[in-house]
T-cell receptor, first 114, second 111 residues
Framework: DAGVIQSPRHEVTEMGQEVTLRCKPI?????LFWYRQTMMRGLELLIY????????DSGMPEDRFSAKMPNASFSTLKIQPSEPRDSAVYFC????????????FGSGTRLTVV | DAKTTQPPSMDCAEGRAANLPCNHS???????VYWYRQIHSQGPQYIIH???NNETNEMASLIITEDRKSSTLILPHATLRDTAVYYC????????????FGQGTRLTINP
């Protein structure tokens, strides 16, 4: 398995633009998580899905952020409109629901909003 | 999920055992201890987890005290590639799925 695949690896965009980050989880995993990492706040859980259904989005910072999981093999995190304070590394992770062997993280998307 | 306390940084000489402590004095009976690490610019990587018995795998050993209020992650022969931030997390395995990361311990392996 190629692991959790995220795209793009790097994204530079202007303030006000829409940004879409993509994630392909490991085949067979039925839980998916979006995290954001900054120097100031560390790793923050934004939202997670079980069986394609959003379970907890309490970490989503505001209405500018939205996440979808239309099927078991794909998820998106969208920011519209983007702001400079959204600059961070965004990680996607997947796991087996109720599985004890932890999450597998992708390589992340480094977002810079100028 | 119970909170954990880790030293912010540690150093270890290459080839020696690295022992990373974690306090989790409020851990509940159904909570597991998980360890992850994050090498610079990469996503966190699962290392090991346990409930109350000591665990060992190809990466590390996990020693949990009898009262389960603290644990130690042991990297038996540290290499330069083990330089990373190590996170200790306690959580239930079933039901609640959140994995909440603290600040971790920045481990530096010195040549």
């Amino acid at each position: 398995d190629a692991g959790v695949i995220q795209s793009p690896r790097h994204e530079v965009t202007e303030m006000g633009q829409e940004v879409t980050l993509r994630c392909k989880p490991i085949s067979g995993h039925n839980s998916l998580f979006w995290y954001r990492q900054t120097m100031m706040r560390g790793l923050e859980l934004l939202i997670y899905f079980n069986n394609n259904v959003p379970i907890d989005d309490s970490g989503m910072p505001e209405d500018r952020f939205s996440a979808k999981m239309p099927n078991a093999s794909f998820s998106t995190l969208k920011i519209q409109p983007s702001e400079p304070r959204d600059s961070a590394v965004y990680f996607c992770a997947s796991s087996l629901q109720n599985g004890g062997y932890g999450y597998t993280f992708g390589s992340g998307t480094r977002l810079t909003v100028v | 999920d119970a909170k954990t306390t880790q030293p912010p940084s540690m150093d270890c000489a290459e080839g020696r055992a690295a022992n990373l402590p974690c306090n989790h004095s409020t851990i509940s009976g159904n909570e597991y201890v998980y360890w992850y690490r994050q090498i610079h610019s990469q996503g966190p990587q699962y290392i090991i987890h346990g409930l109350k018995n000591n665990e060992t795998n190809e990466m590390a050993s996990l020693i949990i005290t009898e009262d389960r209020k603290s644990s130690t992650l042991i990297l038996p022969h540290a290499t330069l590639r083990d330089t990373a931030v190590y996170y200790c997390i306690v959580r239930v395995t079933q039901g609640a799925q959140k994995l909440v990361f603290g600040q971790g311990t920045r481990l530096t392996i010195n040549p």
